[in-house]
């Protein structure tokens, strides 16, 4: 077995009723919950909460720091910039749920089905993706961005195509483990067929790293996402998105820096949340990681 | 170091000797300039430019590079055979002291004298013929288009050449000031087997040293240069700088000289810094969209007009230009010698008005247009400012970013929108520019159709060599092309420069590639 | 020995993997809707030229030979040449990848000694506040834009205090003292991930080992803290380190991306950034191949020093 598996691998399988109250006692569990909760609202609630349109320009109010009027400022077109902020914020957790499902649904089946038979499949399959985790993994966004085509969700495509390897070789790893496992050999003898064995055994103990391993891709995601739309590739006017947000920003940082913190703040606290979930979640989940 | 101390003895003990002459030159250009800084002062002969630009030459052969930029490192290493004053465009003797039609159809140019390729080998007429043919028949020439209306070159005299044409063309002088009027050494291409895209050899000011791709273009003086006394500087150090806003932070952080090829926004922040100068002169380049009128809903003359009277040029200049545009309904800037002061401003911000033509041509709910821009940030900015304006007289545009080479592929070839948002580059002769962007076989012309009058008007210009004349077709010209809203044109940018007080006799040209011979750098 | 075999069985796997990498990233450009003829004839771009164009460069032959041929040229030892600037892809990458090895060599030691150190600090004082205070800013670090970042670095220390420069790169080979000075700021900005990863994997490692069976023994023995901190709990973490200094070496190279960008660093990371989305395919792929072997390369030289380390890697 690698090291890289070694590492991955929790120590037990722990059972899952404790996990609730468990993070529910974690300071920083409630946090991330509370903040993630509370952008989902703004997110399906944007249009009612934001005090102006996203989208409305005021030429005679061009870059203004922050007021009574605009509690954020007004951007290089006028804009107030806390709505933007605000409207930005259900296309950002898109984009960011959108790559990690990309990634799922790529990476998990092809991690599963080449952990489970092994073999020639196995050793096709893991040298491909060895080859994709092999360049940067920002040259391939912009590569299959290129083909794809400049937008939002083609990008957001591109970066969950980018991070399916990953979790192919994570689930991969996981079922390598749990396959050699007693009770799997148990299950066999017992004539459970394979099907079953895959849905009842190894998804379920395979699936748990997952969970806190896409947590922490939320938050890559987003900051990929922040990426791609600095070097012109992601999002398109007249929609908001932080990362668009940052990137314009940046031509202006001689002329009016503030523009840079509000959304690279947004961007920082929700990856913060989103780390904070996953590292909870991963220390709850492990009860020999107690004293982490 | 020891090497730089030496070189600027020499020069001291040099330009000593040679003073009166110099002085008396150097006194005498430095008055006539108008944006010159401590104009009395006589020039230093000496130093090295620290020059920063946005982008990386495509080739150094004038024949195969494609983009403007190109003519900013093009301009210091060959002569062109007519030259051009800045400010104005008007021409002016190069490599050819004088020309003349002898006929509609023959120019004849009659070549400076005495003067050596960096190679050492001799400029003359067979060297002229040689770069003519090549850029009309050699397979990689990007610029036979710009030959277009040359039939053949021929050698009257050691220095003295005649260019035969297949039709009349006025505009050819002009033409002359830009690539194909730049020589190169025969024997250099020659000795390349014909591939001198990185190693060029001319008779300019500077001499080619190397290239480091998107990094850095070293020049050293000519020492043998044909006009007496010049350069003045030691060399050109080019740095090149992607980002605008990164070239800016170069000149203010003292790592750079001179920064060229700018925008306004560089303007506006380079004036915050109280040891840079920062310009911002007339250009030709102008921000717009092109339209495809070969198709509904754009062939209609009225929707056209709509468009035009929806957008409110001061706005999209004061956002994106920061206020230093040309605000502009026709493609040349109102101090261009072919300009129509009558139409210059045809298109008043109108929104009734548009959206009365918009009901008059059948869409009296508005339309939905497709359109194609470009995805850097600057370009949304305008697009979205732009896209804003026109929704408010019901115009919905449906916009798709696509990096250049791909829209103008979209846009052209495959006609899969309405209207490009893309700037527009420039052209030593205005018929040029109307033939690139109107013409029926031009590429920027989507519709691939030719409104019915333009082709008799554009050919008017280019029948006479008599300024005046040529001035009345063009505006002839200008108007047909503003009344039937041919284009979108949005401002015209202005060409900006930033640079230190140390910079002396920098001259920005009105198609933004400015020429350096002349500079010169207080100690 | 096992060691021959490791290294026998990678080596093997490097062309497979290459070959993969660089087949998917020439397919994808060439999926790219747009054409290469288009860029190369710029602003005299008409029908006719971009015909010609297309007949002189073969961009009009099938995927596969276009393919098959510069896999071909390879081989021999020829990258090819830009599209967009003639210079040969070889002198291209030869130029440019320096710099972007300085800064990611940079971050990377940077990144190593705050980091282990930090880790370590954090690992000895499990529970207390200063361990609190590193979890917490190593969970900061990782949740951080590194480009923004980057911009406040140099907002902060170079527009307004003139420490270090905003812009560019000097040849180490010319230029060291210079070449650091421009590299700091660059640097700093894209180790912070870096860093905030390598102080929370050390201190997990750390705290495990530490609180193992062996290590409560060898307290038992009366062994001092810091011995056993050097010798036993480093040790054992080193294989795990270098495993992960493997994986963080390809997000640096691809965090280098954007920090060049944001610096204006001639470096490849902006080199391909800029030809992939001008097609410019033999740049692209170059690069591709380059970093594709380096990666290679350094993860089998983790695996070496690991299997130096620990002989039990060996058994794979």
Known sequence: ?292 | MNDQDRKDQNSAVWFDRRELIKGTIAAAGALALPGATRAQESPRRGGRLRLAIPYNPAALDPMTGRNLPDLDTLYAVFDALIDFVPDTLELKPGLAKSWSFTDPKTLVLELVDGVTFHDGTPFNAEAVKFNLDRYKNDPRSNVKADMGTVESVEVMARNQVAVKLNRPNAGLPAILTNRIGLIVSPKSIQDKGGNVDRTPVGTGPFKFVSWEDNSRIVLNRNETYWREGLPYLDGIDIRIINELNTAVRAVVAGEADLAINLQAPQKVIADRSPNVIATAKPSLVLYGAFLNYGRPPLDDVRVRQALNYAINRDEINKIAGAGLGQVSSAILPKEHWASDPSTQNFYTYDPEKAKKLLAEAGHPNGLEIESIGWPDQLAMQRQEVVISQLARVGIRVKLSALAPQQAMQAFMMEKKAAMFLSPASSYPDPSQAYEVLFGATALRNAGGIELPGFRELLDETMASQDQAARKQAFVKLQRFVVEQAMQLVQYISPAVAVFSPKVQNFRESMISVPKLTEVWLKA | MGFRNLIGRRLLQVIPIVVFATFVVFSLLHFVPGDPALALAGDYATKERIEEINRLYGFDRPLIVQYGVWLWHVVKGDLGISLLSSSSVFDLILQRMPNTILIAAYALIIAMIVGVSLGVLAATRVGSRLDAAITSVASLGVALPSFWLAILLVVALSLNLHLFPATGARSFIDDPAGAIRHATLPALALSTAVIAELARQVRSALIEVLSSQYVRTLRAKGLGPIAILWKHGLRNISVTLLTLVGLLVNRLLSGAVVIEAVFAIPGAGSLVAYSAINKDFPVVQGVVLVFVIMIIVINLLVDILGALLDPRVVQE
């Open chain 1, 1 to 292: 077995m690698s090291i890289e598996a070694i590492i991955a691998t929790p120590r037990a399988v722990p059972a899952r009723r404790s996990l609730w109250r468990l993070m529910l006692g974690d300071v920083r569990a409630v946090l991330s919950i509370g903040y993630l909760g509370l952008l989902l609202v703004v997110s399906i609630f944007a249009a009612k909460i934001a005090p102006y349109s996203p989208v409305d320009q005021n030429v005679a109010e061009l870059l203004m720091p922050p007021s009574a009027a605009h509690w954020l400022g007004t951007d290089d077109l006028g804009r107030d910039v806390l709505s933007r902020l605000i409207s930005g914020a259900p296309n950002s957790l898109y984009a960011s749920t959108f790559a990690v499902s990309v990634a799922l649904a790529l990476g998990v089946p092809v991690g599963l089905v080449i952990g489970f038979v092994g073999g020639w499949l196995d050793e096709i399959v893991s040298r491909f993706i060895d080859a994709l985790l092999s360049f940067p993994p920002i040259v391939l966004a912009i590569a299959v961005t290129g083909v794809l085509g400049i937008g939002l969700t083609n990008a957001m495509l591109s970066v969950g195509i980018v991070f399916a390897p990953v979790l192919a070789r994570l689930v991969r790893a996981q079922t390598l483990i749990v396959k050699q496992a007693v009770y799997v050999d148990a299950a066999r003898a017992f004539g459970a067929s394979t099907s079953q064995i895959i849905i009842r055994h190894i998804v379920p103990n395979a699936i748990q790293p997952i969970i806190v391993q896409v947590t922490l891709m939320l938050a890559i995601a987003l900051l990929a996402e922040a990426s791609l739309s600095f070097l012109a590739l992601g999002v398109q006017p007249p929609q908001a998105s932080w990362g668009g947000m940052l990137a314009r920003a940046y031509n202006y940082i001689e002329i009016a820096p503030a523009q840079m913190y509000a959304p690279g703040f947004a961007i920082l606290l929700t990856a913060l949340a989103f780390n904070g979930l996953g590292e909870s979640m991963r220390v709850a989940l492990d009860p020999t990681m107690k004293r982490r």
